[in-house]
C-alpha cells in the first residue's frame, strides 16, 4: 500500500469505479448529538482532496444540526467486489460558499429544486405535501436559474486518522492506518486484522 493516504484512497476509488454496479462514492457518516447519541446513514462522497472529504447535504437536517453541534464525524466506504474498506475520522468544517454554489450548479435541475421543496429530516405528512412543493419550486423558478438554497451547503471531513482494510486469505486481512500528526504529514502503521 502507498504511503500517501490521499493517493491510496484515490488508487482505490478508481478501481471502485470500474468495479462497483452502482455508486463508488457511496459512503456510510456516522455523526452523534452533544450528548454522545450516534447515528449513521449513506451519503455520497462529491470531492477528496489533500483538505478532506466532502458531501452536501441540507443544513436543517437530522445530520446537519448533529455537526453543527458536535462537528465530528466518521465515514465508512465498503467497496464488497474488492473486498476492501477504508475508515475516516476527524473534525468536520462548512465548506466555503462559493464551493457549495459551485457543486449545486453541477446538479440536475430537478435535483437543484428537490433541495428546495424537501423539509429533509422532517415528518412529512404526505407525499402529495412533497409533490406539491416541487411544483410550486417549479413554477417559483420557472425556466431560470435555480439558486442555492441558504440551507443547503457541504461538509469536508478532516482527516485525523485513514484506515485501509483489505481481505486476505484466511482472515489474516490487512489493516494499514494513517494517523495525521500536527505538521501535516502523517504517521503509519500496520494493525492486526
Request: aromatic share 12%; charged share 25%.
Amino acid at each position: 500500500m502507498a504511503e500517501d493516504p490521499y493517493a491510496l484512497f484515490a488508487a482505490w476509488l478508481e478501481e471502485a469505479s470500474r468495479s462497483e454496479p452502482n455508486d463508488p462514492n457511496a459512503m456510510c457518516l456516522a455523526t452523534a448529538t452533544p450528548d454522545g447519541r450516534p447515528s449513521a446513514r449513506m451519503v455520497l462522497l462529491k470531492g477528496v482532496d489533500q483538505r478532506g472529504f466532502v458531501f452536501y447535504t441540507n443544513l436543517e437536517s437530522r445530520k446537519g444540526e448533529e455537526l453543527a453541534a458536535n462537528p465530528r464525524a466518521a465515514l465508512c466506504f465498503h467497496w464488497k467486489t474488492l473486498a476492501r474498506s477504508v475508515r475516516v475520522e476527524g473534525p468536520v468544517e462548512r465548506v466555503s460558499d462559493a464551493e457549495a454554489d459551485a457543486y449545486f450548479a453541477t446538479r440536475p435541475r430537478t435535483s437543484r429544486i428537490g433541495a428546495w421543496a424537501s423539509r429533509q429530516s422532517r415528518p412529512l405528512e404526505s407525499r402529495f405535501a412533497l409533490e406539491k412543493a416541487v411544483a410550486e419550486y417549479s413554477l417559483k423558478f420557472g425556466l431560470g436559474e435555480v439558486p442555492r438554497p441558504p440551507h443547503w451547503s457541504g461538509f469536508r471531513v478532516l482527516p485525523q486518522r485513514i484506515e485501509f482494510w483489505r481481505d486476505m486469505p484466511f482472515r489474516l486481512h490487512e489493516r494499514k492506518l494513517f494517523t495525521a500528526r500536527p505538521d501535516g504529514g502523517w504517521d503509519v502503521s500496520a494493525l492486526y486484522p
